[in-house]
């Protein structure tokens, strides 16, 4: 069964910076996209970033030059770099998996459990 586990985040202040990762387990063969979104109360879900298995980045407008996103396409594996966060940082973010090929199942596109990231000082 595929899974995406996250860990990383937390309480920064603002100016800060915080790494996320996430990890893709059970009997994965190769993930197209790997992402990260994030979403407050009251807001749509909104595009972090996300990488290709080509090593294509698409940023977030509001977070271009300020985060990185990067991937280690053998273990599955997405991390998120995250400086000079401000305030408007504070939401849950979460890992996307798409176009997931793995062993014995048909679902391609997965979720992480979400992690919060608070900015404040």
């Known amino acids: 069964q595929v899974q995406l586990v996250q860990s990383g985040g937390g309480l920064v202040q603002p100016g800060g910076s915080l790494r996320l990762s996430c990890v893709a387990s059970?009997?994965?063969?190769?993930?197209?996209?790997m992402g990260w979104y994030r979403q407050t109360p009251g807001k749509q879900r909104e595009l972090v970033a996300t990488?290709?298995?080509?090593?294509?980045?698409n940023y977030g407008d509001s977070v271009k030059g300020r985060f990185t996103i990067s991937r280690d396409l053998p273990k599955h594996t997405v991390y998120l770099q995250m400086n000079d966060l401000r305030p408007g940082g504070t939401a849950v973010y979460s890992c996307?998996?798409?176009?997931?090929?793995?062993?014995?199942?048909?679902?391609?596109?997965?979720w992480g459990q979400g992690t919060e990231v608070t900015v404040s000082s």
């Open positions: 996307n998996a798409e176009g997931v090929w793995a062993a014995k199942s048909s679902q391609s596109n997965f």
């Open positions: 059970g009997s994965v063969f190769s993930v197209n996209v």
């Open positions: 990488v290709t298995l080509g090593g294509n980045r």
